[in-house]
C-alpha cells in the first residue's frame, strides 16, 4: 500500500501540493515528491492530478455480493414516535431505489409499533421490514445491533441508510463492524454512480471547513449516516402500495448487556435544538441567564427552540444540552437567529449549514456577519423584544 | 477493578484550519497538533477513576510517531502508561481498519475494567471508532455519557446524554464509554506531571506486534475510500443593516415571514 508518483507523468503543476489537507506533499526540482510519515494516503491528490501522475497503489480485494438489493432506511422510534430524520432518508432513499433500480425498504424496530408502518408505506418504503418485541421497546445497543445484523445477513441490501442521531451513530458503528461494512459517518450529500452500482457519499471533515466524498467500492451493504436536515422529507402519499415482512428471531438475540433505569426529559419545555425548524440563540452578549427570557419569548413567538453558544454554558447560563457548536451540537435549521453571538469558528461549523441565519450584534465587525444571510448591527435588548412584538402584530 | 484505558487521538487544531479565499485550500502555516478536545475529557475521566479506585489509568493512540507529544501530554494530567500503535502499514486506516488496530492493541496491553474514548474526533468526526472497538473486542458500550454516577462490584451507573435529555444506564464491566464535554471540566498539568511525562517511556506497538491480519489493516482493511476533497461553498454574508432598530426588524419581520411560509 503507497502512494506513488510517476516522474515522467509530473509537469510540477502543484495541484497535488495544494490539495494534500496533510502537507505531505511538496515540490522538488519541479516534481512532486511525497512525505511519507504525513501521507495518510487519503487519496485527495490522485484525484485532483490531470496528469495521472499519482498512483494509489490498492490491492483489489472482492466482497460485493451480486445478489445484494434493496435501499434500506433504518426507521428510528422514541416512544412509538416515527423520528423526522427517517422521513427525510426515506425521501433520498427513494431517489438512490429509483437510480439503483431497486426497492425502498423501511426497517422498524420497537414494540407495539406495527401502525407505524403504514405511515412508512405512505412514505415511499415499498417494503417495510418489522421486528416487535418488548426488548426493543426503548433504544440498546446489544438486541438493536442483534437484530439490524440478522435482517441485513438474511436478506443483503445494497444500501442501509440512518440518521445521525445519537442512536444512529452508536448502532450502525456497531453494525458495520460486525459485517465488516464500510461506514461513513454524518453525510450531507447522497448520490449514487449508476454504472458502478456505487453510493457516492459525501460529508464535511475538519469541522466542515473541507467537504470529501467516500464511496465503499468492493464491500455491500454500502452504509451511511446522514445529518439531520439536510435532505427533504418525503412526502405522504396514501395511495402508495407496501409489503409488510414480519421477522422473529430467537429469545437471546434480544438479550441486553445494558439496562435502561430510568429516561429524563430535559428538553420538554422547549424544542429539541436538533429537530427545531427554528432555532433562537443567545451568546455572551446576553450578558446574564436572566436575560434569556427575551429569547424565549421569541421562540415561542416563533415557534422555536433555544439555542446557545458555548460561552453562556461555560458561564452557565445555560444547560449543555442547547450548545450549539463543535463542543456541542450541529444543527441545520431553517432559521438560525444569533443574538450577542459574535461567531467563532467553533460556533459556525455547529450552525452554518443553516438555511438563513440571522445575526444580531452591536459590533459591526463581529465574524458572525461574515456568514449571516441578513444582519442587524444594534443592541440586541432593544432589537429582540421588538422583533417578538412585531412578529406577533404581523401573525394577529 | 482493573484498569482504565483511554483511547486518544492526535488531531489538527481545527481553528487554524482556514481556506485561502485566493487558492481555496487550506491554509496549513502555523496549523498546531492538539489531543482532540473530545479526548481531553475522557483522559480527565480516566484520571479521576484511577484516584478513586487506585488503578491504572493507561492511555493508548494509534498514529503516526509525532502523536507521541498527544500521549506526553496525557501522561503529564496523570495517566501511568503510554501506547503507540504506530506502523507504515497502518496508514490509510478508516475507521473499521483503526477499531480493529486498537481492540487488538488493548487486547495486548493487558486486563482492563473501563474503556474511555472522547465521543468524536474533531478532525473526522465520525464518532465511529469508539463503538468499532467495544464490537471488536465484544464488550457492551455506553455512547455520549455525561457521568459515571457509581462503579462498585463490576458493574456500572452511568448517564447517557440524548437528544431529550438524558437516560440512566446499568452495565456490567468491563465496558466502552464514549463521553461528552459535560462529564467533567479537565485539568491543567502539574508541574510533577510535566516532569514525569518527559522521561515517561511511550510503548511502541508495530503490526508484527500485534499479530494483526494483514488484509485487515491500513489501506487494505478499510472498506471505505475517499476519491474526492473539496472546499464546501462559502457562505457569503448578505445585507447588514445598521440604522434605526424599528425599520431593521420590520425588514427582518419579512424575511422570516418569507422563510416560513413560502
Same mark, same amino acid.
Given at each position: 500500500?503507497?502512494?506513488?508518483?510517476?516522474?515522467?507523468?509530473?509537469?510540477?503543476?502543484?495541484?497535488?501540493?495544494?490539495?494534500?489537507?496533510?502537507?505531505?506533499?511538496?515540490?522538488?526540482?519541479?516534481?512532486?515528491? !511525497?512525505?511519507?510519515?504525513?501521507?495518510?494516503?487519503? $487519496?485527495?491528490?490522485?484525484?485532483?492530478? +490531470?496528469?495521472?501522475?499519482?498512483?494509489?497503489?490498492?490491492? +483489489?480485494?472482492?466482497?460485493?455480493?451480486?445478489?445484494?438489493?434493496?435501499?434500506?432506511?433504518?426507521?428510528?422510534?422514541?416512544?412509538?414516535?416515527?423520528?423526522?430524520?427517517?422521513?427525510?432518508?426515506?425521501?433520498?432513499?427513494?431517489?438512490?431505489?429509483?437510480?439503483?433500480? /431497486?426497492?425502498?425498504?423501511?426497517?422498524?424496530? $420497537?414494540?407495539?409499533?406495527?401502525?407505524?408502518?403504514?405511515?412508512?408505506?405512505?412514505?415511499?418504503?415499498?417494503?417495510?421490514?418489522?421486528?416487535?418485541?418488548?426488548?426493543?421497546?426503548?433504544?440498546?445497543?446489544?438486541?438493536?445491533?442483534?437484530?439490524?445484523?440478522?435482517?441485513?445477513?438474511?436478506?443483503?441490501?445494497? !444500501?442501509?441508510?440512518?440518521?445521525? /442521531?445519537?442512536?444512529?451513530?452508536?448502532?450502525?458503528?456497531?453494525?458495520?463492524? +460486525?459485517?465488516?461494512?464500510?461506514?461513513?459517518?454524518?453525510?450531507?450529500?447522497?448520490?449514487?454512480?449508476?454504472?458502478?452500482?456505487?453510493?457516492?457519499?459525501?460529508?464535511?471533515?475538519?469541522?466542515?471547513?473541507?467537504?470529501?466524498?467516500?464511496?465503499?467500492?468492493?464491500?455491500?451493504?454500502?452504509?451511511?449516516?446522514?445529518?439531520?436536515?439536510?435532505?427533504?422529507?418525503?412526502?405522504?402519499?396514501?395511495?402508495? #402500495?407496501?409489503?409488510?415482512? #414480519?421477522?422473529?428471531?430467537?429469545?437471546?438475540?434480544?438479550?441486553?448487556?445494558?439496562?435502561?433505569?430510568?429516561?429524563?426529559?430535559?428538553?420538554?419545555?422547549?424544542?429539541?435544538?436538533?429537530?427545531?425548524?427554528?432555532? !433562537?440563540?443567545?451568546?455572551?452578549?446576553?450578558?446574564?441567564?436572566?436575560?434569556?427570557?427575551?429569547?424565549?419569548?421569541?421562540?415561542?413567538?416563533?415557534?422555536?427552540?433555544?439555542?446557545?453558544?458555548?460561552?453562556?454554558?461555560?458561564?452557565?447560563?445555560?444547560?449543555?444540552?442547547?450548545?450549539?457548536?463543535?463542543? $456541542?451540537?450541529?444543527?441545520?435549521?431553517?432559521?438560525?437567529?444569533?443574538?450577542?453571538?459574535?461567531?467563532?469558528?467553533?460556533?459556525?461549523?455547529?450552525?452554518?449549514?443553516?438555511?438563513?441565519?440571522?445575526?444580531?450584534?452591536?459590533?459591526?465587525?463581529?465574524?458572525?456577519?461574515?456568514?449571516?444571510?441578513?444582519?442587524?448591527?444594534?443592541?440586541?435588548?432593544?432589537? !429582540?423584544?421588538?422583533?417578538?412584538?412585531?412578529? +406577533?402584530?404581523?401573525?394577529? | 477493578?482493573?484498569?482504565? %484505558?483511554?483511547?486518544?487521538?492526535?488531531?489538527?487544531?481545527?481553528?487554524?484550519?482556514?481556506?485561502?479565499?485566493?487558492?481555496?485550500?487550506?491554509?496549513?502555516?502555523?496549523?498546531?497538533?492538539?489531543?482532540?478536545?473530545?479526548?481531553?475529557?475522557?483522559?480527565?475521566? @480516566?484520571?479521576?477513576?484511577?484516584?478513586?479506585?487506585?488503578?491504572?489509568?493507561?492511555?493508548?493512540?494509534?498514529?503516526?510517531?509525532?502523536?507521541?507529544? =498527544?500521549?506526553?501530554?496525557?501522561?503529564?494530567?496523570? =495517566?501511568?502508561?503510554?501506547?503507540?500503535?504506530?506502523?507504515?502499514?497502518? =496508514?490509510?486506516?478508516?475507521?473499521?481498519?483503526?477499531?480493529?488496530?486498537?481492540?487488538?492493541?488493548?487486547?495486548?496491553?493487558?486486563?482492563?475494567?473501563?474503556?474511555?474514548?472522547?465521543?468524536?474526533?474533531?478532525?473526522?468526526?465520525? @464518532?465511529?471508532?469508539?463503538?468499532?472497538?467495544?464490537?471488536?473486542?465484544?464488550?457492551?458500550?455506553?455512547?455520549?455519557?455525561?457521568?459515571?454516577?457509581?462503579?462498585?462490584?463490576?458493574? @456500572?451507573?452511568?448517564?447517557?446524554?440524548?437528544?431529550?435529555?438524558?437516560?440512566? &444506564?446499568?452495565?456490567? &464491566?468491563?465496558?466502552?464509554?464514549?463521553?461528552?464535554?459535560?462529564?467533567?471540566?479537565?485539568?491543567?498539568?502539574?508541574?510533577?506531571?510535566?516532569?514525569?511525562?518527559?522521561?515517561?517511556?511511550?510503548?511502541?506497538?508495530?503490526?508484527?506486534? &500485534?499479530?494483526?491480519?494483514?488484509?485487515?489493516?491500513?489501506?487494505?482493511?478499510?472498506?471505505?475510500?475517499?476519491?474526492? %476533497?473539496?472546499?464546501?461553498?462559502?457562505?457569503?454574508?448578505?445585507?447588514?443593516?445598521?440604522?434605526? =432598530?424599528?425599520?431593521?426588524?420590520?425588514?427582518?419581520?419579512?424575511?422570516?415571514?418569507?422563510?416560513?411560509?413560502?
Amino acid at each position: 500500500m503507497s502512494l506513488h508518483i510517476s516522474k515522467e507523468n509530473c509537469v510540477g503543476c502543484t495541484l497535488c501540493v495544494k490539495a494534500c489537507p496533510f502537507a505531505a506533499l511538496t515540490m522538488v526540482e519541479k516534481k512532486a515528491v !511525497v512525505n511519507l510519515d504525513l501521507c495518510t494516503l487519503c $487519496g485527495a491528490c490522485v484525484a485532483e492530478c +490531470k496528469f495521472e501522475a499519482i498512483a494509489l497503489k490498492r490491492e +483489489k480485494t472482492d466482497f460485493v455480493n451480486l445478489e445484494s438489493k434493496g435501499v434500506w432506511v433504518f426507521c428510528e422510534q422514541k416512544r412509538g414516535v416515527i423520528q423526522s430524520v427517517s422521513y427525510e432518508l426515506l425521501g433520498k432513499g427513494r431517489e438512490l431505489a429509483t437510480k439503483l433500480k /431497486t426497492e425502498l425498504c423501511a426497517v422498524l424496530l $420497537g414494540h407495539e409499533v406495527e401502525q407505524k408502518t403504514q405511515e412508512l408505506i405512505c412514505r415511499g418504503a415499498d417494503v417495510v421490514y418489522l421486528v416487535d418485541h418488548p426488548a426493543l421497546k426503548n433504544f440498546l445497543d446489544d438486541p438493536y445491533t442483534n437484530v439490524l445484523v440478522r435482517l441485513i445477513k438474511k436478506y443483503k441490501p445494497e !444500501v442501509v441508510l440512518s440518521g445521525a /442521531t445519537s442512536v444512529g451513530r452508536s448502532l450502525i458503528s456497531r453494525v458495520a463492524v +460486525k459485517i465488516h461494512a464500510g461506514l461513513t459517518a454524518d453525510c450531507t450529500g447522497l448520490d449514487i454512480d449508476e454504472h458502478k452500482r456505487l453510493l457516492l457519499q459525501t460529508r464535511p471533515a475538519f469541522g466542515g471547513n473541507i467537504m470529501a466524498t467516500i464511496i465503499t467500492p468492493n464491500h455491500r451493504p454500502q452504509m451511511a449516516t446522514v445529518r439531520h436536515k439536510v435532505m427533504k422529507e418525503a412526502a405522504i402519499d396514501p395511495k402508495h #402500495k407496501g409489503r409488510i415482512v #414480519k421477522e422473529t428471531f430467537e429469545e437471546d438475540t434480544f438479550v441486553s448487556r445494558t439496562k435502561i433505569l430510568d429516561v429524563i426529559e430535559e428538553i420538554s419545555s422547549t424544542v429539541n435544538i436538533a429537530e427545531a425548524d427554528v432555532i !433562537v440563540s443567545g451568546g455572551r452578549g446576553m450578558k446574564g441567564p436572566e436575560n434569556f427570557k427575551l429569547l424565549e419569548d421569541l421562540a415561542r413567538a416563533l415557534n422555536a427552540a433555544v439555542g446557545s453558544s458555548r460561552a453562556a454554558v461555560d458561564s452557565g447560563w445555560m444547560p449543555y444540552s442547547h450548545q450549539v457548536g463543535q463542543t $456541542g451540537k450541529t444543527v441545520c435549521p431553517k432559521i438560525y437567529i444569533a443574538c450577542g453571538i459574535s461567531g467563532q469558528i467553533q460556533h459556525l461549523v455547529g450552525m452554518q449549514s443553516s438555511k438563513t441565519i440571522v445575526a444580531i450584534n452591536s459590533d459591526p465587525h463581529a465574524p458572525i456577519f461574515q456568514v449571516a444571510t441578513f444582519g442587524i448591527v444594534g443592541d440586541l435588548f432593544e432589537v !429582540v423584544p421588538l422583533l417578538t412584538k412585531k412578529f +406577533k402584530e404581523a401573525f394577529e | 477493578m482493573n484498569s482504565v %484505558i483511554v483511547c486518544i487521538k492526535q488531531v489538527p487544531e481545527t481553528t487554524d484550519v482556514k481556506i485561502n479565499p485566493e487558492t481555496n485550500t487550506l491554509v496549513r502555516e502555523g496549523v498546531k497538533s492538539i489531543i482532540n478536545p473530545f479526548d481531553m475529557y475522557a483522559i480527565e475521566e @480516566a484520571v479521576r477513576l484511577k484516584e478513586k479506585f487506585g488503578v491504572k489509568a493507561i492511555v493508548l493512540s494509534m498514529g503516526p510517531p509525532q502523536a507521541e507529544a =498527544a500521549l506526553r501530554e496525557a501522561i503529564s494530567m496523570g =495517566a501511568d502508561e503510554a501506547y503507540l500503535a504506530s506502523d507504515r502499514a497502518f =496508514a490509510g486506516s478508516d475507521t473499521l481498519a483503526t477499531s480493529y488496530t486498537l481492540a487488538k492493541a488493548i487486547k495486548k496491553i493487558g486486563d482492563f475494567s473501563v474503556i474511555l474514548c472522547g465521543k468524536q474526533a474533531s478532525d473526522g468526526d465520525t @464518532a465511529q471508532v469508539g463503538p468499532g472497538i467495544s464490537t471488536h473486542l465484544d464488550i457492551p458500550q455506553v455512547t455520549y455519557v455525561k457521568k459515571i454516577e457509581e462503579i462498585k462490584e463490576n458493574t @456500572a451507573r452511568v448517564e447517557r446524554m440524548t437528544e431529550e435529555g438524558f437516560e440512566i &444506564l446499568e452495565c456490567p &464491566l468491563p465496558c466502552l464509554f464514549t463521553v461528552v464535554k459535560e462529564i467533567n471540566e479537565p485539568r491543567l498539568p502539574s508541574l510533577k506531571g510535566i516532569m514525569k511525562s518527559k522521561s515517561a517511556k511511550i510503548h511502541l506497538l508495530t503490526a508484527q506486534m &500485534l499479530e494483526l491480519e494483514e488484509d485487515r489493516i491500513g489501506l487494505k482493511g478499510s472498506p471505505t475510500q475517499v476519491v474526492k %476533497i473539496f472546499s464546501p461553498e462559502r457562505r457569503k454574508g448578505g445585507e447588514i443593516y445598521s440604522g434605526a =432598530a424599528e425599520e431593521g426588524v420590520d425588514k427582518l419581520v419579512a424575511i422570516l415571514k418569507k422563510e416560513l411560509y413560502a
